[in-house]
């Protein structure tokens, strides 16, 4: 038992860069005090003191704001941060390394009786907000974003979004073209993450793309350079260097100009 909140609490440090002593963690994560009784609920439900495990868990629900049904099954190092009202249902799977925010819900659509709540399988996180609902599985290291209506199986390594949950997919990118990529976006002035093929912002997809069809010209602009050289021609020896602040300059001019414009048209300013 004691070998087993050792290894919740070290799972904390590895999750949360605002824990800073062990004393602390034990001592002020609602998280952990919900799992370690949900433990003891769950072992009462297993030998069929159902009433016990029910109590276990309204205590636990009532000093943490957190609801695990003491028939949920719930596997190692799972963490619950700030964890006020997560709500965890009766059929409930989850397995090792799971990570839970604030507010998610694993609830059920069908009041049969049965399997009516999610499966989450190794290393799946869930963001705070979301609700994931059904007898259906989030497979390994799936991501569900904040706030999220899930209502059917998510594959693995997936991400879902949005209400109701869509999977976010990443563009198919080769390491060469993931590298180029990179370099160009740091020549021009872009942060690397922006231009991400997994960057599910429609904006950051397009400049990407842009950024690869640049990559593309200058190869091919290169290799006719190469070409009409090799024939005796001089071109192509200094490619134009891009002056990223001219862009905070122009920005600048612009912002002035609106101003004027503004001025002239409203003479109160």
Known sequence: MFKRMREDIKCVFGRDPAARNTWEV???YPGLHA?????????FWKRDLKWLGRIVSAFSRWMTGIEIHPGAVIGRRFFIDHGMGIVIGETAEIGDDVTLYHGVTLGGTSWDSGKRHPTLENGVVIGA????????TVRTNARIGSNAVVVKEVPEGATVVGIPGRIVKAQETNDEQRTHRDALAKKYGFNSYAVSPDNPDPVAQAIGQLVDHIHLMDARVSDMCGAI??????????????????FSDAEALAAEQRKKTQEAFDPSI
Do not use: I, Q, Y
């Open 26 to 28: 034990l001592t002020c």
């Open 35 to 43: 799992l370690w009784c949900h433990r003891l609920a769950h072992a």
């Open 129 to 136: 907000g979301a609700k994931v609902l059904g007898p259906f």
């Open 229 to 246: 050289n090799e024939m005796g021609g001089d071109v192509c020896k200094e490619m134009p260097e891009l002056d990223v602040s001219n």
